[in-house]
């Protein structure tokens, strides 16, 4: 696999996740979920280019089924159109709903975009790129949905890299799904792994050399009363951050985008 060798300077990075594009809105979301959206993504992207960060979105930039995807695809063009052909042009890993979406991979919207040129896609798992942040080599890798996370990072393939970040879309077992998925453990040659695809916040953790981090999704599915106080964020990682530092990303009351009645029993 090719690794993209950037000379471009960053401050750090920045990572998102789970934006889950659609023209039908899923389940109980109101009208216009497509464009609130979308104005999430586009103020990730403008912080990214305000604060000199490289945007990493961690998975399910569709959702698996978008309803009208010409009209989904219009509009993700013209939020992530004015940043294609800059530095921050966000790298973007395969979620399941990527996977899913009912297309074949190579007529996904998730494909079709990274053909266009409008992301850089990371659908298998390794190194994808290498850049300077705040005068600091960092490798980015990442692992894309259904693929196993590698079980080392040897420094040859870690190059020249002071940090190696991987990005990841599977289910982890942080504090709240110890019961539920495969424990962290440490992966030698890895810094930090960045997860998607896990909708709520987890607390960072680290097991030898490998801080593991849940940021959270950045879109409310579900009509649930937990999702009413719930914060959206971002991560920006910057070197030797000891946590990831949280982003609000601007948003709309719960009361704004899903309907207005008692929750069921």
């Not at 305000?50 to 930039?61: A, I, K, M, N, S």
């Not at 159109?81 to 007529?107: C, I, M």
């Not at 030698?188 to 999704?217: A, F, K, Y």
């Not at 971002?234 to 946590?243: K, L, R, S, V, Y």
Request: with cysteine; hydrophobic share 35%.
């Amino acid at each position: 696999m090719t690794v993209y060798e950037s000379q471009e300077p960053y401050t750090g990075v920045l990572f998102f996740t789970d934006p889950h594009l659609a023209a039908t809105p899923p389940f109980e979301r109101r009208e216009d979920y497509l464009e609130h959206v979308l104005a999430k993504i586009s103020a990730c992207l403008e912080l990214a280019r305000e604060r000199q960060l490289l945007p990493v979105l961690l998975g399910d930039l569709f959702h698996r089924n978008p309803g009208d995807v010409h009209r989904v695809l219009r509009r993700a063009f013209e939020v992530l159109g004015p940043y294609a052909g800059t530095k921050f042009r966000p790298w973007v890993l395969q979620g399941n709903h990527d996977q899913w979406e009912g297309a074949s991979p190579e007529d996904s919207c998730l494909t079709v975009t990274a053909l266009a040129g409008m992301i850089h896609l990371m659908d298998t798992s390794g190194i994808h790129c290498r850049f300077d942040a705040a005068g600091h080599r960092v490798a980015l890798g990442g692992t894309p949905y259904g693929s196993p996370h590698p079980v080392a990072v040897d420094s040859d393939v870690r190059g020249d890299a002071e940090y190696v970040l991987w990005g990841s879309h599977c289910g982890l077992g942080f504090r709240d799904k110890r019961h539920k998925y495969p424990p962290l453990h440490e992966i030698p040659g890895v810094d930090w792994v960045m997860n998607g695809h896990m909708h709520w916040h987890q607390p960072t953790e680290t097991l030898g050399m490998t801080r593991w981090s849940n940021i959270g999704g950045m879109t409310r599915m579900s009509f649930a009363p937990r999702n009413q106080e719930r914060e959206l964020c971002a991560g920006i990682w910057t070197p030797g951050c000891e946590d990831l530092d949280r982003w609000a990303i601007p948003h709309l009351p719960f009361n704004e985008v899903f309907p207005v009645r008692p929750f069921p029993p």
